[in-house]
């Protein structure tokens, strides 16, 4: 038996994590990002445990993209340290302070602070969500285009969500044929979704909040507003603050606006400690299997192979 499998979960994430923040350090060595005012914000919440990581994450994206300015949405863990290196490799960043968003009647935590400051700020920007577990492998055309074309666009939670956004009842249909079910409070939610009156006229699909963008001027708090209303119903009042109703609403946002991007899963996806095909251009290292098989390691050590001056 190995030492890993009876070492308690917390322990082995904590010295993966370090162990793959040793791996990428050489980071630090790549070229700052040349920030630019273009109407493109690449935004993300982070704080000391996963700066470097952010930064492979920020700087493959912007490599490709080769435009926009960065702001950061500091988890409360930021250090004097840490903010300097931001200035220097992200082109002196916007950084904003969790208790700086206004919450209102939205729940606290569960990344709800980052989705409620897109809905805030995104009138005359496009804002592109980005969590700092991803790598960008190559060319993003079809982000680059949803940007142009100032279409909202997302990632997808897997392959059978690329049916697009769809009515509630026939999402529900599609995904819970047997009807609600319990569980993680995503599950809860959106087994239930055929409860919502149809007259609304409300879509939904199975994204991922991790890579996600929002079209400049797009709808801010008050749809979110009434979809909460709707999870609350579904789930009780403490389920509605649990973690993951954030990523809940943010696929619910995206499919009822206009023409939404729906990235093709074959190239933008989730790793779950399969191999990915060569020509797969976005992996979001989610937690379940982020540290498996090395893959993370190596996709970012190539990520800044690309990035350091030949």
Request: proline share 5%; net charge negative.
């Given at each position: 038996?190995?030492?890993?499998s009876?070492?308690?979960?917390?322990?082995?994430?904590?010295?993966?994590?370090?162990?793959h923040?040793?791996?990428?350090a050489?980071?630090?060595?790549?070229?700052?990002?040349?920030?630019?005012?273009?109407?493109?914000?690449?935004?993300?919440?982070?704080?000391?445990?996963?700066?470097?990581?952010?930064?492979?994450?920020?700087?493959?994206?912007?490599?490709?993209?080769?435009?926009?300015?960065?702001?950061?949405?500091?988890?409360?863990?930021?250090?004097?340290?840490?903010?300097?290196?931001?200035?220097?490799?992200?082109?002196?960043?916007?950084?904003?302070?969790?208790?700086?968003?206004?919450?209102?009647?939205?729940?606290?935590?569960?990344?709800?602070?980052?989705?409620?400051?897109?809905?805030?700020?995104?009138?005359?920007?496009?804002?592109?969500?980005?969590?700092?577990?991803?790598?960008?492998?190559?060319p993003?055309?079809?982000?680059?285009?949803?940007?142009?074309?100032?279409?909202?666009?997302?990632?997808?939670?897997?392959?059978?969500?690329?049916?697009?956004?769809?009515?509630?009842?026939q999402?529900v249909?599609?995904?819970?044929?047997?009807?609600?079910?319990?569980?993680?409070?995503?599950?809860v939610?959106?087994?239930?979704?055929?409860?919502?009156p149809?007259?609304?006229?409300?879509?939904?699909?199975?994204?991922?909040?991790?890579?996600?963008?929002?079209?400049?001027?797009?709808?801010?708090r008050?749809?979110?507003?009434?979809?909460?209303?709707?999870?609350?119903?579904?789930?009780?009042?403490?389920?509605?603050?649990?973690?993951?109703?954030?990523?809940?609403?943010?696929?619910?946002?995206?499919?009822?606006?206009?023409?939404?991007?729906?990235?093709?899963?074959?190239?933008?996806?989730?790793?779950?400690?399969?191999?990915?095909?060569?020509?797969?251009a976005?992996?979001?290292?989610?937690?379940?299997?982020?540290?498996?098989?090395?893959?993370?390691?190596?996709?970012?050590?190539?990520?800044?192979?690309?990035?350091?001056p030949?």
């Open positions: 038996m190995k030492i890993d009876i070492l308690p979960y917390r322990w082995r994430t904590r010295r993966d994590t370090a162990r923040n040793e791996a990428v050489r980071i630090l060595d790549t070229p700052p990002i040349v920030a630019k005012q273009d109407g493109l914000v690449l935004f993300s919440m982070i704080g000391t445990a996963v700066l470097l990581p952010y930064l492979v994450a920020v700087k493959s994206l912007w490599q490709q993209l080769g435009r926009g300015r960065i702001a950061i949405l500091d988890d409360g863990t930021l250090t004097a340290q840490d903010r300097a290196i931001l200035a220097h490799h992200c082109g002196d960043p916007e950084l904003i302070r969790m208790d700086m968003v206004e919450r209102g009647d939205f729940p606290k935590g569960g990344c709800w602070e980052r989705f409620l400051t897109i809905l805030d700020r995104r009138s005359g920007e496009y804002w592109l969500q980005l969590d700092s577990d991803t790598v960008t492998l190559g993003v055309p079809e982000v680059e285009r949803a940007i142009a074309t100032n279409r909202s666009f997302t990632l997808l939670g897997d392959a059978q969500a690329e049916a697009g956004p769809l009515p509630l009842y999402f249909q599609n995904f819970y044929p047997d009807g609600p079910e319990e569980g993680h409070v995503q599950t939610v959106e087994s239930r979704l055929g409860r919502i149809p007259e609304r006229g409300w879509r939904y699909l199975r994204g991922c909040a991790g890579f996600a963008g929002f079209a400049a001027g797009g709808p801010g008050e749809l979110a507003r009434a979809f909460l209303m709707q999870i609350t119903d579904m789930a009780g009042e403490e389920g509605a603050a649990t973690w993951g109703t954030e990523q809940v609403a943010s696929n619910f946002h995206i499919a009822n606006e206009p023409s939404p991007v729906l990235l093709p899963y074959s190239r933008y996806l989730n790793y779950w400690g399969e191999d990915w095909a060569e020509d797969a976005f992996i979001h290292f989610v937690g379940t299997h982020r540290y498996s098989n090395g893959a993370y390691a190596r996709a970012s050590q190539d990520a800044i192979d690309r990035l350091l030949a």
